[in-house]
């Protein structure tokens, strides 16, 4: 019987290091469901709200509060959030997956529509989120062909009551418990 490694050594003993294809990763990781998330802030060059949608969202550390989102390098909202310098974390509720697909598109106005507040922080809070966090980058690292942005937590709270949006296998859906 042969071991992992084993397998992973071609025929003249040499080591090989498998593959893995872009697509087939995809797939594979959509079998874990995420919440979604809107960061959210005012462009300082146009006074006007930005923002982008993010599954890949996750707490890092209690003390100092910190979270984390990923981006990728091809964005063109993520340059004008971060020169905003304080950011907003909308965590997005069931009903707010229109909200997601607005803000995922590429150019426009993706504000048009939707209703709005502002946090203590300045930045857009979207009517109907579950909850906000007001943010600032902390730090950011390359890795691969996205960006992990490390955000210091200064304010939070809850906004709204209800169940979040859920992606998972590629689609949207709701959490029942």
Known sequence: MSTPVARLRGHDGAKRIPTVHGHHFRNILGRFATGVVA???????????????????????????????????????????????????????????????????????????LSWTRSPGGGPVLDGALAWLDCTVENEHVAGDHVIVVAKVHQLDKHEDGGPLVFFRGGYGRFHA
């Open 39 to 113: 960061i959210t802030a005012i462009d300082p060059e146009t006074g006007k709200a930005c923002g982008l949608a993010a599954n890949s969202f996750t707490s890092v550390s209690l003390d100092p509060p910190l979270v984390a989102f990923c981006v990728a390098h091809t964005s063109t909202s993520w340059p004008r959030l971060k020169a905003a310098g304080s950011l907003c974390v909308n965590v997005l509720a069931e009903h707010q997956q229109q909200v997601c697909a607005q803000l995922a598109t590429i150019g426009g106005d993706k504000f048009a529509g």
